[in-house]
């Protein structure tokens, strides 16, 4: 009976080993403009900011995911893994992560498509990565998450917003943002929404006067 158990107890244990290996060894994709985990599709990730992190672990401007499902509570704009400990696989650094800040960081030329590469002016020109943007450097500024701005202007990674006032522009947090008279969310602008009574109530919701929103979608 005892020689019985052992082979039990090693059987279930290679399979519970078999099962972590096959979860790790899947990754995230990102192909036309979704996400995915393997090969599910990973509903709501933002293509724009994602990024893979390493072992099951990755996160966009919204979300901390892990195996492809959402770590619930987890602020995205300061999660880190922690340093491997000595004598594990590297894995990371063969897809390109390197140590940073006591996690791991992504070179830029490793980013998701259409990640963040940061936006830089000079006296003359400002500039998205290697992209010339038509915008006035004297008054041009970051305002972090992807957006920045110029007295006349809103850009959202390097892309124009339509419409939006650049001298009123603000950041309201969780994605949202607003002028004198529009709502965007991760730079597409909510019809409808009143940006006069618009206000940010957390975990990807809001409301105005009229109307309830969840990341950006009227609810009904």
Same mark, same amino acid.
């Given at each position: 009976?005892?020689?019985?158990?052992?082979?039990?107890?090693?059987?279930?244990?290679?399979?519970?080993?078999?099962?972590?290996?096959?979860?790790?060894?899947?990754?995230?994709?990102?192909?036309?403009?979704?996400?995915?985990?393997?090969?599910?599709?990973?509903?709501?990730?933002?293509? %724009?900011?994602?990024?893979?992190?390493?072992?099951?672990?990755?996160?966009?401007?919204?979300?901390?995911?892990?195996?492809? %499902?959402?770590?619930?509570?987890?602020?995205?704009?300061?999660?880190?893994?922690?340093?491997?400990?000595?004598?594990?696989?590297?894995?990371?650094?063969?897809?390109?992560?390197?140590?940073?800040?006591?996690?791991?960081?992504?070179?830029?030329?490793?980013?998701?498509?259409?990640?963040?590469?940061?936006?830089?002016?000079?006296?003359?020109?400002?500039?998205?990565?290697?992209?010339?943007?038509?915008?006035?450097?004297?008054?041009?500024?970051?305002?972090?998450?992807?957006?920045?701005?110029?007295?006349?202007?809103?850009?959202?990674?390097?892309?124009?917003?339509?419409?939006?006032?650049?001298?009123?522009?603000?950041?309201?947090?969780?994605?949202?943002?607003?002028?004198?008279?529009?709502?965007?969310?991760?730079?597409?602008?909510?019809?409808?929404?009143?940006?006069?009574?618009?206000?940010?109530?957390?975990?990807?919701?809001?409301?105005?006067?009229?109307?309830?929103?969840?990341?950006?979608?009227?609810?009904?």
């Amino acid at each position: 009976m005892e020689k019985k158990s052992i082979i039990q107890k090693s059987l279930l244990f290679l399979l519970l080993m078999g099962m972590a290996t096959m979860s790790y060894a899947q990754r995230y994709t990102v192909n036309q403009g979704r996400v995915y985990f393997g090969n599910e599709h990973i509903r709501n990730a933002d293509p %724009r900011t994602f990024v893979d992190l390493g072992n099951g672990y990755a996160k966009d401007i919204n979300n901390v995911y892990k195996a492809g %499902r959402i770590l619930e509570y987890v602020d995205p704009s300061t999660f880190r893994l922690k340093e491997p400990h000595a004598g594990r696989r590297q894995d990371n650094y063969e897809q390109g992560y390197h140590p940073y800040e006591g996690g791991y960081q992504p070179y830029e030329d490793n980013w998701a498509p259409g990640a963040h590469r940061g936006y830089f002016k000079t006296t003359w020109n400002v500039y998205y990565g290697d992209k010339k943007l038509d915008a006035m450097p004297s008054t041009f500024q970051d305002l972090g998450g992807g957006y920045a701005k110029d007295s006349f202007n809103v850009f959202y990674y390097g892309e124009k917003i339509k419409g939006a006032n650049g001298s009123t522009f603000t950041i309201l947090g969780g994605g949202y943002s607003k002028d004198s008279f529009n709502v965007y969310y991760l730079g597409d602008k909510i019809q409808g929404a009143y940006a006069s009574t618009f206000k940010v109530l957390g975990n990807g919701y809001a409301e105005d006067s009229f109307n309830s929103y969840y990341r950006g979608r009227k609810l009904k």
